[in-house]
C-alpha cells in the first residue's frame, strides 16, 4: 500500500471518530430538598445529564415550591417569565446530586428565579456578595411584600 493511500486511510478513520456524535445522556431528574435560614426550597430540577460543570442551558426544566414564614410560591420553567442563570463553574452534577461550591472564587451563581434580576421570588445560591447574598438565599414575593430568607 502506498504511504498515501496509508495517510488517506489514517485520515478517513481520524475524520470519522472527530465527526462521530458523543454519546448521549438521559435527562436526569434532581429532588430538591433546601433549607435556608426561616425559608426552604422543594421540588424538581432536571438536567441534560451533563455531568462535571454545568450551565444555564444545561437545565431543561424546574418546578421549585419555596416556602418562608406565612407564605409561598412556586416557579417552574413552564412559566417563560421564569429562568435560570448561572455564573462560573461552580455548579457541577454527578448522575445522582446536583452541588455548588460556596468556597469558589470566581463569583459563582446558581440563580432560580421569577423575570431574571427582577429582585423578585428566587432560589439563589453564591461565592460571593452581588448579585444575592453569599451562600443560599430565598426570595419570596406575595405581589406587595418581598420575604428574603437567607444562610
Do not use: E
Amino acid at each position: 500500500m502506498s504511504g498515501k493511500r496509508k495517510f488517506s486511510l489514517l485520515a478517513f478513520a481520524l475524520l470519522t471518530v472527530l465527526i462521530r456524535p458523543g454519546s448521549a445522556s438521559a435527562n436526569i431528574t434532581y429532588v430538591i430538598d433546601v433549607t435556608a435560614g426561616g425559608g426552604s426550597v422543594t421540588g424538581t430540577v432536571t438536567t441534560d445529564g451533563t455531568t462535571g460543570v454545568l450551565g444555564a442551558g444545561d437545565f431543561l426544566a424546574w418546578n421549585l415550591t419555596l416556602n418562608g414564614t406565612g407564605a409561598s410560591t412556586t416557579i417552574s420553567s413552564a412559566d417563560l417569565a421564569h429562568a435560570v442563570y448561572v455564573q462560573g463553574a461552580d455548579v457541577t452534577a454527578t448522575p445522582s446530586a446536583l452541588y455548588f461550591n460556596y468556597s469558589g472564587v470566581d463569583d459563582g451563581i446558581l440563580l432560580f428565579q421569577d423575570n431574571l434580576f427582577s429582585g423578585n421570588t428566587y432560589w439563589c445560591n453564591a461565592t460571593s456578595n452581588g448579585t444575592c447574598d453569599q451562600g443560599v438565599s430565598i426570595g419570596l414575593s406575595d405581589f406587595d411584600n418581598k420575604l428574603p430568607y437567607g444562610a
